[in-house]
T-cell receptor, first 109, second 119 residues
Framework: GQQVMQIPQYQHVQEGEDFTTYCNSS?????IQWYKQRPGGHPVFLIQ?????EVKKQKRLTFQFGEAKKNSSLHITATQTTDVGTYFC?????????FGAGTTVTVRA | NAGVMQNPRHLVRRRGQEARLRCSPM?????VYWYRQLPEEGLKFMVY????????ESGMPKERFSAEFPKEGPSILRIQQVVRGDSAAYFC?????????????????FGAGTRLSVL
């Protein structure tokens, strides 16, 4: 079955620094979605990428979908304490979402 | 416009008891998905339902677990004879449509989850 892997599992970032989390799928995806889950919270939809090579930005967050539609990345610039949480990518084929294990981000002030 | 409602938020059961988790989808949504999340892990797909139909239950354990989405009322995830390994957060999500289509229909909206603890 489809597997989605994310690296790194943990990311400790100094406030103000940039970081990137990566997502790789074992199969080609119809689209990929990113979610953020705060500690003790539930996944909240951030964005969906559909097209090969697509890049989308949300303020300090930049999302990219690979040309082969098998990988994706999330880059956060100038990290803030509000960025704390776990970021999940989820590969979508038809209706089923396959989630990666997530990258848990902590921020040092 | 209320979001996806799950209850209870926290559920404690002793081994051997039954756990019933409820999920009311967003207004206008007819597709419901259940996921399980173990500590420090991602969400694992369990089952996908439409009203009165189970579309895909490939992620459900073969025994003790069942799900339904009746014509009236919330979707129910039932776990019989719970064991300690069932302790997890169970999330429900809903969408207007389960099939590929226009962009907005593909998004799944998650409820706050039910945290099940088995003693």
């Amino acid at each position: 079955g489809q597997q989605v892997m994310q690296i790194p599992q943990y990311q400790h970032v100094q406030e103000g620094e940039d970081f990137t989390t990566y997502c790789n799928s074992s199969t080609t995806l119809s689209n990929i979605q990113w979610y953020k889950q705060r500690p003790g919270g539930h996944p909240v939809f951030l964005i969906q990428l559909v097209k090969s090579g697509e890049v989308k930005k949300q303020k300090r967050l930049t999302f990219q979908f690979g040309e082969a539609k098998k990988n994706s990345s999330l880059h956060i610039t100038a990290t803030q304490t509000t960025d704390v949480g776990t970021y999940f990518c989820a590969g979508k084929n038809d209706y089923k979402l396959s989630f990666g294990a997530g990258t848990t981000v902590t921020v040092r002030a | 416009n209320a979001g996806v409602m799950q209850n209870p938020r926290h559920l404690v059961r002793r081994r051997g008891q039954e756990a019933r988790l409820r999920c009311s989808p967003m207004k206008g949504h007819s597709h419901v998905y259940w996921y399980r999340q173990l500590p420090e892990e991602g969400l694992k797909f369990m089952v996908y339902l439409q009203k009165e139909n189970i579309i895909d239950e490939s992620g459900m354990p073969k025994e003790r677990f069942s799900a339904e989405f009746p014509k009236e009322g919330p979707s129910i995830l039932r776990i019989q004879q719970v064991v300690r390994g069932d302790s997890a957060a169970y999330f429900c999500a809903s969408s207007p449509s389960g099939t590929s289509g226009s962009w907005g229909k593909n998004i799944q909206y998650f409820g706050a989850g039910t945290r099940l603890s088995v003693l």
